[in-house]
């Protein structure tokens, strides 16, 4: 059984920075994409940004380019989001996910991920 778990989180002002930190372990596969979701209140979750296990691209939604960096190691199903330029909007649940890679993958689509966390909160004050 495959365990996703997060790291990191908190309480920042905007402006500030965070970093967020997840592994995947207990599965037998190596080539699992990682990736960052989000839910605020009253609202549907939301992809934030993802890392290709085989190459390391990556990909981020409009609202956190420029401003959000996800990075990996290679191999080891880790994965790291870096939070800088927090805005209040950013305020949410935080989700990692893994899934296992297939042909046609795409990081926007949460079905496509096997493997969550339990979720880390990010709260961003004005």
């Known amino acids: 059984q495959v365990q996703v778990v997060e790291n990191g989180g908190g309480t920042v002002q905007a402006g500030g920075s965070l970093r967020l930190s997840c592994a995947a372990s207990?599965?037998?596969?190596?080539?699992?994409?990682m990736g960052w979701f989000r839910q605020a209140p009253g609202k549907e979750r939301e992809f934030v940004a993802g890392?290709?296990?085989?190459?390391?691209?990556?990909n981020y939604a409009d609202s956190v380019k420029g401003r959000f960096t996800v990075s990996s190691d290679n191999g080891k199903n880790t994965v790291r989001l870096q939070m800088s330029g927090l805005k209040p909007e950013d305020t949410a649940i935080y989700y990692c996910?893994?899934?296992?890679?297939?042909?046609?993958?795409?990081?926007?689509?949460?079905?496509?991920?096997?493997?969550w966390g339990q979720g880390t909160q990010v709260t961003v004050s004005s």
């Open positions: 996910a893994a899934g296992l890679d297939y042909s046609g993958w795409n990081d926007y689509e949460d079905g496509a991920y096997d493997y």
């Open positions: 890392v290709r296990w085989n190459d390391g691209r990556t």
């Open positions: 207990g599965g037998t596969y190596s080539n699992y994409n």
